[in-house]
């Protein structure tokens, strides 16, 4: 049986040389594109490169709107910790120097990072949110700083809860009947 390849499309908003293909698990589909052009669909991931833009503000702005998984080529340390400050997890930086070598471990990264992120903040036995997603929904509801109504949070912790996830969905065993 022959596995079927999967081919990733990668918006690529650079005027450097499109990476060469080498052996890597997923099959990049380079495409050169405008950062204007970005509002046309049918990406999976996107490659912007600080020095096609004018300043850190517009790839900030293209990287929030456009929702892509996403690695930042940068230059220098400072543009890194620049964009590392409100780089999603998951997203990557690359330094351009590395390019060649670096891209398509990034771009897997990220790649396979938007496939699950949805899975990673879910307990796998129940479904509902596990306490990471808790607390980044927590973090962000208490810090908003748009003018709503008060907020009520309540914590329940239940204790021995690990035991009974270890447990999972299995009925409890049987015991004798008595009449």
Known sequence: MVEQ????????????????AQDWPLQFEWIRVDALALSAKGFDILVLDI??????????????????PTVILVDTIEQESAVLDWLQPGDETCHRQAVERQIGL?????FWHSQHKYSLHLDKLTGVANFQKFKDYAIALLTSKEDEDSVCLIYIDIDRFKFIRKMGLKPPPSRGTSH
């Open 106 to 110: 990034r771009l897997q990264r990220s």
């Open 5 to 20: 390849v999967q081919v990733i499309r990668v918006a690529w908003c650079s005027l450097m040389d499109l990476p060469q």
């Open 51 to 68: 020095k096609s833009f004018h300043n850190l503000e517009q790839v900030k702005y293209l990287y929030s709107t456009i929702g892509l």
